[in-house]
């Protein structure tokens, strides 16, 4: 039982920290994990105890990290592995639980706020880059010198953008550089114009600018890597990013470029295919994919409020990091939506090996939300927080008697058309199962109750009142090819 809710425990022990034929030298330690600015960090804090998270292909030199931060600094360290979701959010409850005083984030991050206020600092890494071999992939990439386009990047490739941007900027016009959106430090100003942040990243915009005017070129990934479609940033990028507007790749390595126009139109259609399987569903699982992240209480709740308005059933369901093996514990729910940050929301398994569909938030609120999406908003939205009150791209329900709730729709999978949505009344607690007839019996009326009397077996029956009372008696001992009581043949 504990296997079907939950990792088992023998996972945890027998999984392997690191390689050891992977581990960073000693010599390139400093370099490699910033080890001279991170002292600073904890040193400006004067904090006693620091938490230090990494990523499980980073654990092998957690160790010798350790030890060098403790020699420098006299703080009491503590390593943080084995993270309950994805390990690009901040493990604030780890750090809660180490009573740290503050936290340091190594390897990939999402830079999503924490749920609770802790001085974090984010080592992302430096990986090397070829500028002369990309500025001549860029300069290929995009023939006209004045046409507007922004250097997207890797957070490992972040630290070179500024480099390849002064090899381009005597030839090129209009470009824009972007950076990571790592917090400010404390008592720092905000800077006048504010930049523009989005896809955790920030745009220096001119005034009077905007993105969607803008091409992207982005300087990362791997010709090793199988799917490109599976890395997460990068898709969060191409679903993001103003349709019709060039977008290309280059490997920081080689040099070799790609244009991701094709890639970004066949993630786009995936996800139009979802709000479809979305609209058709009776009953969702939301997956409560984050506990660390700001306003996921907010979020889980808006998402209940938008299944309840369209006429769905919708179940909170706390497992963890979502896998094929613990959602098929749930047929009787028809897709999933995980509420994660926006990595970890495109950063599932690949959806052939689901028994439902996955969704991101944002494609429940297209599907459930008749007034959306807002006039003018051309890009994939993937972090629940801008579906909420105060977002720019927030677009509230619309009242019940509002003709939009009334359009005819028409599911594109099954041909059907589908019955308007009926609102319940707010007063309505929306979790009883169960309706009382005039004759004191018990009529279902939940989507998962129907679900259970549909199937051939539906568990074993008490039969309570109908069996007699009897003693109990020692039963058969022993395994089932050889009980004790029928000897040997």
């Not at 969060?236 to 490997?251: E, H, M, N, Q, V």
């Not at 939300?369 to 329900?397: C, M, Q, R």
């Amino acid at each position: 039982m504990e296997s079907t809710f939950s990792s088992p425990a023998e996972a945890v022990l027998q999984l392997e920290a690191g390689a050891a034929g992977l581990r960073t030298p000693l010599g390139d330690l400093d370099r490699v994990y910033e080890l001279e600015r991170v002292v600073g960090f904890v040193r400006d804090l004067g904090c006693q105890r620091v938490a230090l998270q990494f990523p499980d292909q980073l654990l092998g030199d957690a160790g010798a990290v350790a030890a060098r931060l403790e020699e420098a600094t006299g703080s009491k360290v503590f390593i943080l592995g084995d993270t309950a979701y994805g390990s690009c959010c901040v493990d604030v409850l780890g750090a809660e639980q180490a009573e740290a005083q503050a936290l340091v984030h190594f390897g990939p991050a999402c830079l999503s706020p924490p749920a609770r206020p802790l001085p974090i600092a984010f080592v992302l890494g430096q990986r090397s880059v070829a500028l002369e071999l990309c500025a001549k992939a860029f300069e290929a990439q995009n023939p006209d010198p004045t046409a507007p386009v922004v250097l997207l990047s890797e957070p490992a490739c972040a630290h070179a953008l500024e480099a390849l941007a002064t090899l381009l900027r005597p030839r090129y016009l209009d470009l824009l550089v972007s950076s990571p959106a790592l917090p400010l430090p404390v008592g720092s100003l905000n800077p006048d114009p504010e930049p523009l942040e989005r896809f955790g990243r920030r745009f220096p915009l001119a005034p009077g600018r905007c993105l969607e005017e803008y091409g992207a070129f982005y300087v990362g990934g791997s010709e090793a890597i199988s799917d490109p479609d599976l890395d997460p940033d990068l898709s969060r990028l191409l679903l993001g990013w103003a349709p019709g507007r060039p977008f290309s790749s280059c490997c920081p390595d080689t040099g070799r470029t790609q244009d991701e126009g094709a890639r970004a139109w066949r993630l786009r259609a995936r996800r139009r295919y979802l709000v479809e399987r979305a609209r058709d569903a009776r009953v969702v699982g939301l997956l409560a994919g984050t506990l660390g992240v700001a306003r996921h209480r907010e979020a889980l709740a808006h998402l209940r409020n938008l299944t309840q308005a369209a006429g769905k059933r919708s179940y909170v369901l706390a497992l963890g990091r979502p896998t094929p093996a613990k959602l098929a514990n749930f047929p009787e729910v028809d897709v999933f939506v995980l509420l994660a940050c926006p990595l970890g929301a495109l950063a599932t398994q690949p959806s052939g090996s689901f028994f439902r569909p996955v969704l991101a938030p944002c494609e429940l609120e297209a599907a459930c939300n008749p007034a959306w999406p807002p006039p003018g908003l051309a890009p994939h939205l993937t972090h629940y927080a801008d579906l909420l009150p105060g977002s720019p791209f927030h677009v509230p329900l619309p009242p019940p008697d509002s003709e939009l709730w009334d359009t005819p729709d028409v599911s594109l999978i099954t041909g059907d058309l589908r019955p308007p949505p009926a609102w319940k009344p707010s007063t309505d607690p929306g979790c009883s199962a169960l309706t009382p007839r005039p004759q004191l019996e018990l009529a279902e009326s939940s989507p998962a109750a129907s679900f259970l009397s549909s199937r051939s077996w539906q568990g074993l029956q008490p039969c309570l009142g109908q069996t007699p009372v009897t003693a109990a008696v020692t039963g058969r001992r022993g395994i089932a090819i050889a009980y004790e009581d029928e000897g040997s043949s």
